[in-house]
Nanobody
């Protein structure tokens, strides 16, 4: 069974940084693209970043992030990370890991990020 467990969220002041982590289980992570989504209050869930399978040589970021986030993966540890910098209140959301295995979407339970002074 594909599972993700996210961690690393919390309350941070504007301009601060956070590193989100996500541990995967139930599938061979190395062979799958991995992504991060987020859902802000009252808004639809949106994809913000993804990283290609195996060596993660290809990454994608939502344009509105303006280069502030960095996605990475560690296949032996079954981990995917999201380094977030220069956070603003607009980044407040629940952040989710994602993958698609045999056409089915899988999400973690999410980790809350709140940016506020």
């Amino acid at each position: 069974q594909v599972q993700f467990v996210e961690s690393g969220g919390g309350l941070v002041q504007p301009g601060g940084s956070l590193r989100l982590s996500c541990v995967a289980s139930g599938f061979d992570l190395e062979y799958y693209n991995l992504g991060w989504f987020r859902q802000a209050p009252g808004k639809a869930r949106e994809g913000i970043s993804c990283i290609s399978s195996r060596d993660g040589s290809i990454t994608y970021y939502r344009e509105s992030l303006n280069g502030r986030f960095t996605i990475s993966r560690d296949n032996p540890k079954k981990m995917v990370y999201l380094q977030m910098t220069s956070l603003s209140p607009e980044d407040t959301a629940v952040y989710y890991c994602h993958t698609k295995v045999y056409g089915d979407d899988y999400w973690g339970q999410g980790t809350q990020v709140t940016v506020s002074s």
